[in-house]
């Protein structure tokens, strides 16, 4: 029991005390000639007892006050923190209104901080993404993070490319209170993209074309870099208990190879009839042009492996499972009229290597998201997502 509580109920019975010796004066003709001494006494224990009362006051006060100094100085230290992200941060309510920004986020809007709080950012969207903007951010009652690429307006110098993650912070009852953003602007990324896409044909010229057929390992070799021209090759290493582990997928435009990584194991299987040709460091070492467009190649596959590695982070194997749909839909996937057609044929051992989990298992949710419609296959067994 808290302190104000004791002393409230000591307080309480002083005052009835009080009060049953008023009642015993008022109601005798000729009060006893001890009532007087018995009221003084009774007086004296209610000013010692208001007394004790200030002091614990003014204890629990001195004490709150200190509290409150720390919770000022950390909230001040956070706010300044805040303000020294080199990102855009922003925090809003669940309809979108926001409610705190930082300097970063306001150079990206091209506003000062304080005309931004109170704006919607859905307003603040590019008009061509709000489709696109409302359908991720459906999500977000299903999951608590949400990560998306959307154009937002710059005010008076037309739009900017931002890499968007969306937290869901939660309150006591475990709603949803708030939502907090994260903007990188991700505009000379996208330079960068649209650059490569107009130079990279030049590191297919004139080379020798090396194919596989599905199911045929690629030789590795420590001083070349293989180009994938055409299909998908699975890349896989093995885990301390035996276990093929799926660590990456590289599709049209993507580089792998044995100097690309430390694993003591790397394996690289092709999934379809694949399309390669070979890259050598010395060529590399002797071109600025070719080991420029590498390095976006090689920046294109970390960002990839990332993604894979982000799936063992998921507790629960059905998340773990459904965000491995999501990457498999934005890497391998083609949209068809019913939904996402995933390029290749992966087995239910792929998704239970890439998910950290059991075939059986695996096998057992796929089976569940086919009833639920969430998935379905072609006639060529080729999977189709309708997530």
């Not at 997928?249 to 100097?259: D, P, Q």
């Not at 060529?283 to 894979?308: G, H, K, M, N």
């Amino acid at each position: 029991m808290s302190n104000t509580s004791l002393l409230s109920q000591r307080i309480e019975k002083i005052h009835e005390r009080l009060t049953q010796l008023y009642q015993n004066i008022t109601s005798s003709s000729s009060p006893a000639p001890e009532l007087l001494p018995t009221a003084l006494l009774e007086l004296g224990i209610v000013s010692e007892a208001l007394q004790l009362a200030m002091n614990e006051l003014l204890e629990q006060s001195e004490k709150l006050n200190f509290v409150q100094d720390k919770v000022n100085i950390e909230r001040q230290r956070y706010q300044e923190l805040f303000e020294l992200l080199p990102d855009g941060y922003l925090v809003t309510d669940m309809a979108y209104v926001i409610q705190e920004a930082n300097c970063a986020a306001a150079q990206l809007f091209n506003i000062q901080q304080q005309f931004l709080i109170g704006k919607s950012l859905t307003a603040l969207v590019f008009s061509e993404d709000c489709s696109s903007f409302e359908t991720k951010m459906s999500q977000i009652n299903q999951r608590s993070r949400i990560d998306m690429s959307i154009r937002f307006q710059r005010y008076h110098e037309g739009f900017f490319n931002a890499a968007v993650t969306v937290n869901a912070a939660h309150n006591r009852q475990n709603t949803s209170s708030n939502l907090c953003w994260l903007l990188r602007d991700a505009t000379e990324m996208k330079r960068a993209e649209l650059a490569l896409e107009r130079t990279d044909d030049d590191l297919y010229k004139d080379r020798l074309i090396h194919s596989f057929n599905r199911g045929e390992i690629i030789p590795l070799e420590h001083n070349k870099i293989w180009l994938v021209s055409q299909g998908v090759v699975k890349l896989t290493t093995m885990s301390d208990r035996g276990e093929e582990m799926l660590i990456g997928l590289a599709r049209n435009s993507m580089v792998f190879g044995s100097s690309l990584t430390i694993l003591q194991t790397y394996e690289a299987i092709a999934l379809s009839k694949v399309q390669l040709v070979s890259i050598s460091h010395t060529e590399v070492s002797q071109s600025p042009q070719i080991a420029q467009i590498l390095l976006s190649l090689i920046s294109q596959r970390l960002r990839q492996t990332e993604s894979f590695l982000s799936i063992y982070g998921q507790i629960r194997v059905e998340d773990r499972l459904y965000h491995l749909l999501e990457l498999l839909k934005q890497e391998i996937g083609q949209a068809v009229e019913d939904g996402t057609r995933l390029c290749v044929r992966l087995t239910h051992q792929d998704f239970a290597s890439a998910c950290c989990t059991t075939r059986v298992t695996i096998t057992r949710l796929l089976g569940k998201l086919q009833q639920e419609g969430k998935i379905a296959f072609d006639t060529n067994n080729h999977m189709l997502l309708k997530l």
